[in-house]
């Protein structure tokens, strides 16, 4: 059994499967709102980290008054060589503490359900391995990265060439989410809708059918994520 340290910073962004995941394990979860309680601990005690999303700027410290801990914290787990996973936010933030860079997407936002292609470095990546080449994923941000030095890039998309990478053998950021479920697509749309150009309506009405798509990879990956954990 393991410790492990979410930091969650807005109410929609949860967890979700990645909790379930951890749960299945048999993990005990610590969830940190950063939102609500400021700067998150350092993870003494903790076995893993984990950093969600959130429609703030990694780039900035403005409205985002935790960011500096919350890069040491990924900078304290990457030197421990913890399993840790960025996504969305997390997966920016983690690019910054590994050494890379965060700026706006010339492209402009990638909000809604599209398809990711893997890389050849995914056939032996121990999260990625084996799930098909492409995979419908739910986006949701306007900023993107640079790659950390060193770092394995595992997926892109048409609009956005990383969107998914490694830092070493054991921490991953995923610019996509795949921990969402019905639930967790209904608490995006709610919150921001006014980022879409129909009120989120499509993609409400794509989210069954890419869900069942997806949920059995998902599963998979957070499921050997939770593995890495012991």
Excluded: K
Excluded at 52 to 74: V, Y
Excluded at 141 to 153: M, Q
Excluded at 209 to 223: E, I, K, R, S
């Amino acid at each position: 059994m393991a410790r492990v340290l979410i930091v969650q910073h807005v109410e929609p962004e949860g967890p979700a499967r990645i909790a379930e995941a951890l749960a299945r394990a048999g993990h005990v979860v610590a969830v940190h709102r950063s939102d609500l309680d400021g700067d998150p601990p350092v993870p003494d005690g903790h076995d893993g980290v984990v950093v969600m999303g959130g429609p703030m700027s990694a780039a900035s410290d403005d409205a985002f008054p935790t960011r500096p801990a919350e890069l040491e914290l990924l900078r304290t787990a990457l030197g421990r060589g913890l399993p840790t996973l960025g996504v969305c936010l997390g997966a920016q933030l983690l690019a910054l503490a590994a050494g890379g860079e965060v700026h706006r997407g010339d492209a402009g936002p990638e909000i809604g359900w599209g398809p990711i292609t893997l890389h050849e470095e995914t056939a032996h990546d121990p999260l990625l391995r084996g799930r098909p080449p492409t995979l419908e994923v739910l986006h949701w941000h306007g900023d993107t990265f640079t790659l950390p030095p060193g770092a394995a890039l595992l997926a892109s998309s048409g609009r956005y060439p990383h969107q998914a990478f490694r830092v070493g053998e054991r921490a991953w950021g995923l610019q996509f989410h795949l921990e969402v479920d019905a639930a967790a697509v209904e608490r995006f749309v709610d919150a921001f809708a006014h980022e879409t150009p129909d009120g989120g309506a499509a993609i409400l009405a794509a989210t069954p059918a890419a869900l069942d798509a997806l949920t059995p990879h998902a599963d998979v990956v957070l499921d050997r994520f939770a593995a890495l954990l012991g």
